[in-house]
């Protein structure tokens, strides 16, 4: 929410600086984003009055000015087509700043002096709907009366400071400057400046001559102002309101459109301007659209409504879409002589689910879908018709026209002092409760009832009564009762957010980058995967609405999520990458939605299956998991077959690792060798012992021998480790490959495996001759079962 300082001070004194006061604000629970002053960028650039003008002599195009600045008379070259004598213009001064940064310093021009620049109003960055009577192509005239040497900020508004602040969605009340003063009231402990709507009501007729109103849906719209303004003038808006509406974040229109958005910045209230000469039949009809009913928007498209949607129709048409946008049909434009200003309440939900239908959210949809109080739409149409009098827009006719039902009414809460007290851990005096209620709009009875006013729905109970108090008591004054050592607590990780921490820690130790990826992806995914159509994967749950075909399932598989990942990376020229991510997949169930973790690791770029192993077995490692093996999967359709493995531990599946099938990163435009590994979390943490058993170092020397066999390819290495163990379990501490050849030397179809094995006993020294009969029974077994050959 953008508020400029000069505005909010109509309704409330500040009488601080700009940073005290964000931070009183901030400390009282408006948050502030942060401030800045409009024109910051500018600085040096005052008003001059042109006293000379004559031709350069070395140009055609150029002249030469002189120009009094009040402080001084300066000689300025120019070639601006518009300048005369006695106009008074901006001129930026030597060593002055204009907007990104451009710097004015004094110098020659075809051998002339020229000592500034004089500006045009895209260089002080406005626009012509700032200043409309603004030359395109030339130099900005300001006004005759314009005091000379006076600082351009001051006069085109651009010295206000404007704050931002963060607003939460359940204090709809402060989407608006009003609502804000009402916040800054409370905690600077100034009164509110409350205006009175005066209004003089010179315009022909009664608004109920004009116009019926009906509400055909008040379940969608509980209540509809009406209010006729005749004798209309378009025309710019004052300067003033323009250049309050721009440092607001609004760009000028003109005068009636202008006033319906003050009027929603200052009183948080939307509303709409019709051309009463478009409304046939002199009827308002707010009704549910018909199926497939077509109205074009003021940003000139066509939209198709339907039966859920709520408009604003007249005899024969649609005018407007409720509470989004208005049609052209019924637009005022230059020609417009008698405006019907239009204030209502409509439907949160309904307005929400019509913008994201129709694809067009709005301020006014924005500000609707919050919730608003029904009782403001008789102040902000009131409100409007004043600022058509103030600025001469048009002449407001008697009498409004108000349709509703119920009007919401203020909520009755019990000051309950021991209650809040004993919740917020103070000793705050019931009178001090009282006044901060009393200095936030509410008022007390003398059951100490507090009446809350129905801009504030968020304050209903006790609870809500004690945070109003507390924010404005002072967070700061509430002593922590924990670091006074009561009721202290220790915390401590779960046992499955300890098996968490570690794959992390292991994983980035690894050099593996964490990601996260969107829980939703579209259904396509699955036939990207090559999965078939009974498999389990596809059984998915089908969000409601989407935001779109590519988000529209939850996923059951993280592959997808990573091998995007793996392509967004490859496609921006990254040689190689490796990422992990731990995240859940969602499966159907009898209430809410199965949720499984996973540790979900990919790479690409100098690696091979054996990379992605290595990187399984270190976080298995590190997790205590111990006699694994890898199981060959040639079943699986979204890997490789031949280089795809499940990791197996006591006859269970932990986990499947392996290179992803041609045709599938074909699909995902991801690389030809990409890896991915995918273990469930929650199997890990109850296979997962942290205890460690630490062992003396070996008092005996170990004896090393080294082995290469040929063997065919489809004979798995895991399986000659696991029986070359077998047979010398008592004195083989350690066997590992260490090298796979397939090449010149090798028949094809086979494949060379060279093994480091390490012997060791812990009660002697191995003699020769045990360790030569151990790698003779070790070469014996693998030619025996998987005719193995030795190679030399």
């Not at 009577?133 to 404007?162: F, H, N, Q, R, S």
């Not at 999967?633 to 077959?641: C, I, Q, S």
């Not at 997962?688 to 070996?698: A, E, G, M, Q, V």
Request: glycine share 6%; hydrophobic share 35%; proline share 4%.
């Amino acid at each position: 929410m953008k508020t400029p300082i000069s505005w909010l001070r109509d309704f409330v004194k500040i009488d601080r600086d700009i940073k005290s006061f964000c931070d009183l604000m901030t400390m009282s629970g408006t948050k502030v984003e942060g401030y800045s002053i409009v024109g910051k960028e500018i600085n040096r650039v005052v008003t001059g009055k042109i006293l000379e003008l004559w031709n350069h002599p070395d140009s055609d195009h150029l002249l030469i000015a002189k120009v009094d600045v009040k402080e001084s008379v300066l000689q300025i070259v120019t070639g601006a087509p518009n300048v005369k004598v006695g106009q008074i213009v901006p001129i930026a001064l030597d060593n002055s700043t204009l907007p990104k940064g451009k710097i004015i310093r004094k110098g020659k021009l075809r051998g002339e002096l020229s000592e500034g620049m004089m500006c045009s109003v895209q260089e002080l960055n406005l626009t012509k709907h700032d200043y409309p009577d603004a030359c395109d192509d030339g130099i900005w005239i300001l006004k005759e009366d314009t005091p000379i040497g006076m600082d351009i900020k001051k006069y085109a508004g651009l010295d206000d400071t404007v704050v931002e602040f963060e607003i939460t969605p359940n204090r709809q009340d402060c989407y608006c400057i009003k609502g804000i003063a009402r916040e800054a009231s409370a905690a600077l402990n100034v009164p509110i400046k409350e205006k009175q709507i005066a209004l003089k009501e010179q315009g022909k007729g009664k608004s109920s001559d004009y116009i019926k109103i009906t509400i055909s849906a008040y379940d969608l719209c509980s209540r509809y102002c009406g209010r006729i303004i005749t004798d209309v003038v378009i025309e710019p808006s004052p300067e003033w309101m323009r250049q309050r509406l721009r440092n607001a974040g609004v760009r000028p229109i003109n005068n009636i459109v202008d006033i319906t958005n003050y009027v929603m910045l200052e009183l948080g209230q939307p509303m709409h301007a019709f051309d009463l000469n478009y409304i046939e039949g002199g009827l308002i009809n707010v009704r549910r659209a018909y199926n497939d009913e077509l109205v074009i928007t003021l940003d000139e498209k066509e939209r198709e409504l339907d039966s859920s949607m709520l408009v604003i129709s007249d005899a024969k048409k649609t005018v407007a879409v409720a509470g989004i946008m208005g049609a052209m049909n019924s637009e005022v434009n230059e020609n417009t002589k008698t405006v019907l200003f239009e204030s209502a309440m409509f439907n949160p939900t309904s307005i929400r689910i019509t913008a994201k239908k129709l694809g067009m959210r709005t301020d006014s949809s924005a500000l609707f879908e919050k919730g608003l109080d029904a009782n403001n739409t008789l102040t902000a149409i009131n409100r409007a018709c004043e600022l058509v009098e103030m600025i001469g827009a048009g002449k407001v006719s008697k009498g409004i026209i108000d349709v509703h039902k119920e009007l919401p009414m203020p909520n009755s809460v019990l000051l309950d002092s021991d209650k809040i007290n004993t919740l917020l851990g103070t000793d705050i005096k019931i009178n001090d409760m009282k006044s901060i209620l009393t200095r936030l709009g509410m008022s007390i009875k003398s059951d100490n009832t507090v009446v809350v006013p129905t801009f504030r729905p968020d304050v209903s109970t006790y609870a809500d009564l004690a945070e109003e108090i507390a924010r404005l008591y002072g967070y700061n004054k509430i002593v922590p009762s924990l670091t006074l050592g009561q009721s202290v607590t220790q915390g401590a990780r779960t046992h499955i957010q300890n098996v968490r921490k570690t794959i992390s820690e292991t994983l980035v130790c690894c050099g593996l980058y964490e990601i996260m990826t969107y829980s939703f992806i579209s259904p396509k995914n699955f036939d990207k995967l090559g999965l078939d159509m009974n498999n389990p994967l596809r059984d998915c749950m089908v969000i409601k609405n989407p935001l779109g075909e590519d988000f529209s399932v939850m996923r059951t598989t993280t592959i997808p999520g990573m091998l995007k990942v793996l392509s967004y990376n490859s496609n921006r020229n990254l040689q190689k990458a490796r990422f992990f991510e731990i995240g859940k997949t969602y499966h159907p169930s009898d209430n809410l939605a199965k949720e499984i973790d996973y540790i979900t690791v990919g790479m690409y770029g100098s690696c091979d299956f054996y990379d992605i192993k290595g990187v399984a077995e270190s976080v298995l490692k590190r997790l205590g998991i111990t006699d694994v093996f890898y199981s060959t999967n040639m079943e699986n359709e979204v890997f490789h077959k031949g280089r795809c493995a499940d990791i197996i531990h006591d006859g269970s599946k932990i986990g499947i690792l392996g290179q992803i099938d041609y045709k599938v990163t074909e699909a995902f435009d991801a690389p030809d060798e990409s890896y991915i590994l995918i273990m469930p979390i929650e199997e890990l943490a109850q296979k997962t012992d942290f205890s460690r058993n630490f062992k003396s170092l070996p008092k005996y020397p170990s004896s090393q021998r080294d082995l290469s066999v040929v063997v065919n390819k489809s004979i798995l290495s895991a399986d000659l480790l696991n029986e070359s163990r077998k047979v010398a379990k008592d004195i083989l501490e350690d066997v590992q490959l260490f090298d796979m050849y397939t090449g010149g030397q090798i028949e094809e179809g086979y494949k060379s495996l060279s093994y480091a094995f390490t012997f060791r006993s812990i009660e002697r020294t191995l003699e020769e001759d045990e360790v030569n009969k151990a790698m003779s029974d070790i070469i014996n077994i693998l030619e025996k079962k998987f005719d193995a050959k030795i190679r030399c």
